[in-house]
Nanobody, 123 residues
Framework: QVQLVESGGGLVQAGGSLRLSCAASGRTRSIDAMAWYRQAPGAQRELVASMTNGGSTNYADSVKGRFTISRDYAKNTVDLRMNSLKPEDTAVYHC?????????????????WGEGTLVTVSS
């Protein structure tokens, strides 16, 4: 099992910045990627940014150039730096850890989620 705890959400004016952090504990050696997702009221959860153990990143088109994901592999943390925030960025942001285990010929995987942290951007 992997436990994830987010921090850093809050209220910010449009154009401002926030930094979200997520700390993983438990079977962290099985993590092969970490990510941030968000869910706005009445909307589906969507990927914001992800980063593999190899350092490859992926961003939603809506946040490219504004958000930056980073990981500290020694501390088992993943951060999301959010700049130039817009009201449409308002959502609950969830940390995600993708875990893989088992032999190469028959691997299993599972996603773990944090409880989320609320980001509110006022216009």
């Amino acid at each position: 099992q992997v436990q994830l705890v987010e921090s850093g959400g809050g209220l910010v004016q449009a154009g401002g910045s926030l930094r979200l952090s997520c700390a993983a504990s438990g079977r962290t050696r099985s993590i092969d990627a970490m990510a941030w997702y968000r869910q706005a009221p009445g909307a589906q959860r969507e990927l914001v940014a992800s980063m593999t153990n190899g350092g490859s990143t992926n961003y939603a088109d809506s946040v490219k150039g504004r958000f930056t994901i980073s990981r500290d592999y020694a501390k088992n943390t993943v951060d999301l730096r959010m700049n130039s925030l817009k009201p449409e960025d308002t959502a609950v942001y969830h940390c995600n850890a993708h875990v893989v285990w088992g032999p190469v010929e028959r691997q299993y995987d599972m996603n773990y989620w944090g409880e989320g942290t609320l980001v509110t951007v006022s216009s």
